[in-house]
Each structure stands twice: as C-alpha cells, then as structure tokens.
C-alpha cells in the first residue's frame, strides 16, 4: 500500500496551522503561526482581528508546511466550531485548492481532532475509549466506540475550563491566555489556601459548570478574609486555589465515565491539557491506580490548536465532499459528523 498523504488547515480561532501527515501518524510538518501576542494588548481575542491576522498568515504557512512535501493526496480543513471569520479564511482556501489540483477534500470537527493529536504518536489508543476535551471555548467528555463513532456524555453548562482559566486571571490582572499564566504563578502558591466550589461534583451525571467558581474568586477579592496582620489576597495562593479546583473536578468526572464505561483508553485534547498539574493529577488517578486503564495525552504543543490533528482526523475519519459543498459551521457540537 502506497503512503497516503493529507494536507490539514486549522484556521478556527486565533493560530493558523498547515500539516502533512502521512498514514494518519506520521508528521511531515506542522506549521503553526499565533496571533496570541495581539490579543494579549486587548486582553482576550477581538473576533476581527483574529480573521484578519488569518488572511495574512494562510498563504506562507501553507507553502512552509508543502515545502519539502508537495506531494499531497488530499486535503482536510477545519469546519467548525470556532469564529466564523476565522474559519472561512481555512475554508475558503481549501476550496480553491482542492479544485485547482482536483484532490479529494475532508470537512473536520475541530473538537473531535484535538482527541485525534492522541494518534500522532507510537503508541497508538484502543477503543473503546473516554475523551475529554477542554479547551477556550469547550468542555466535553465523550464515550468513542471506534472511529467514526463518538457519543457525549456531558459538557459544561456555562463557562468552559480555559474560559475559567481565561477570565479568573483577568480578575487576579494576569495576562492573555489565563491558563499558562494561572499554572506559572500557582507554582508558588498553597492549593488548599482558599477554599473554592467544585462545582458539580457530587452530581452523578458528567456536566461540569464553571461560572459559579468564577463568582467566588470575585467575591475573594472583593472581600478577602483576615488573615491576621491584613486583609489582602495572596495572588499565588489563590492562582494555585484556581488551578486546583478546576482540575479536581475534570479529573474526578474523567475518571468516573471511565469506570462507568469500562473503557480501554482515556485520550486528552485541547490547549487546558498542556497544563503540568492536570497530567499529573490524570496520570496519578489513571495509571498509578492501576485502573488498566491507559492513558493518552498529547505532547503539549500538539494541546493548543494546530493542523496535525486536523489531518490526522481525516485519515481515520475519511469522507471527503465536493468543493462545492464544504461549509463552515461556526455551532458545530463535538458528536457531529460533517
Ligand atoms: O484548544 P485551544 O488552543 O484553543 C481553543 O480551541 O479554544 O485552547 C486555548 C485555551 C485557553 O483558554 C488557554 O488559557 C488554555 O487553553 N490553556 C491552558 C494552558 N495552556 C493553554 N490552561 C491551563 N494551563 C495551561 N498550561
Ligand atoms: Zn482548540
């Protein structure tokens, strides 16, 4: 059987990524260009901005990610979810591409693929098999019976975790995106110094909500106890306070759906997996207690957005559609075919 070769173009949020993959597994390249350095200025992503840094950058990131590998079989391009701007500068240029040089073309679900970054890699996940995908905008835990097969569980009813991540930090006057800057300063900071809500924990279903926990860090501030000597908040305390909680409650739910569901595999995806603290906590709960589970996370810079997994997904989940046809679907849910 001869190689097969996909291009993949993410373009949904703010980074604008091309790969090649070779069988599904084998990176050739992945090109990766972020406009995060701007949004930091404004504190979060202006939808407009993110669109017009997309058009500047799709071109060369293309051609960077084709240079040594021109030789393509298909092309897969993210559909949705994610800014409608955004998305139509990866979909519009896959279009155009796929028929100028009359290739096959693959509609990919974004959310779905960041679980596909858990093939890109030797060891490869069996079904069936638990994902947890938490990102900026998603929190969602689903039950994959094979490819081509995905069921929800359950997801947030609110905020999503990087959203907690996101907006928490803002209160404490950390910078853009919230997650990495929480994780640095919650190193040196007490997890247990300030007691947060874990919010729908005991419940037994696997919905996660996190706008109540962002509640109690406003009203923290507003109101910090007395320590004592002063009533001040200990940044670094309530950073690592943050971090813990909101892990807590994505590990304890992941771990109950994988009993729940006797599954082979737990597979990790989106940009709230690069976090130290949840792969260990994961690793601590999964495999040191031996639940013969195993567990799959993807290398950190294959969490954040990136065209490897789109093309990866393609590979496993190949059915392409005319040019014609491809359409953006910025609402798209992660159970979705396209
Ligand atoms: O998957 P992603 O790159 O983009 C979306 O599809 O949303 O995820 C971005 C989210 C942001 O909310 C960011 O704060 C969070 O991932 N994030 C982290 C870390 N790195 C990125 N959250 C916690 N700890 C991190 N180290
Ligand atoms: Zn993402």
Request: glycine share 8%; charged share 20%.
């Amino acid at each position: 059987m001869t190689a097969m070769r996909i291009l993949g173009i993410e373009t949904s949020c703010d980074e604008t990524s091309a790969a090649v993959i070779e069988n599904g597994t084998k990176i050739l390249s992945n090109v990766v260009a972020s406009s995060v350095e701007l949004h930091k200025k404004t504190g979060g992503i202006i939808p407009e901005v993110a669109a017009r840094e997309q058009l500047k950058c799709i071109i060369p990131v293309i051609e960077e990610s084709m240079r040594n590998n021109n030789d393509i079989d298909a092309l897969a391009v993210t559909v949705g979810p994610g800014l409608i701007g955004s998305l139509l500068v990866g979909v519009e240029t896959a279009r155009t591409l796929a028929y100028v040089w009359k290739k096959p073309l693959i509609p990919i679900n974004h959310l779905q693929a960041h679980l596909y970054a858990n093939w890109l890699d030797n060891k490869k996940p069996q079904f069936p098999a638990i994902g947890l995908v938490v990102s900026g905008g998603h929190t969602d835990l689903v039950l994959m019976k094979g490819h081509k097969n995905i069921k929800w569980l359950g997801g947030t009813r609110d905020d999503a975790a990087g959203e907690c991540f996101d907006k928490t930090a803002r209160l404490l006057g950390l910078p853009y995106p919230g997650g990495p800057a929480i994780a640095q300063l919650a190193k040196k900071g007490n997890p247990n110094a300030y007691p947060l809500p874990r919010p729908m924990l005991n419940q037994k279903n696997f919905d996660f909500s996190f706008s109540g926990l962002k509640t109690a860090v406003i009203n923290l501030i507003k109101n910090p106890p007395d320590s004592g000597q002063d009533k001040k908040i200990n940044q670094a305390d309530l950073a690592a306070s943050i971090q813990a909680a909101i892990i807590e409650v994505l590990v304890e739910k992941t771990v109950r759906a994988s009993k729940e569901y006797g599954v082979k595999s737990v597979l990790l995806g989106g940009g709230v997996t690069a976090n130290q603290e949840l792969r260990k906590k994961m690793r601590l709960e999964i495999v040191n207690r031996e639940l013969k589970i195993n567990l799959f996370i993807p290398p950190v810079k294959l969490c954040t957005d990136n065209a490897a997994m789109i093309a990866s997904c393609a590979s496993f989940n190949f059915r392409s559609v005319s040019w014609k046809k491809i359409k953006a679907n910025p609402g798209l849910s992660i159970e979705e075919m396209v």
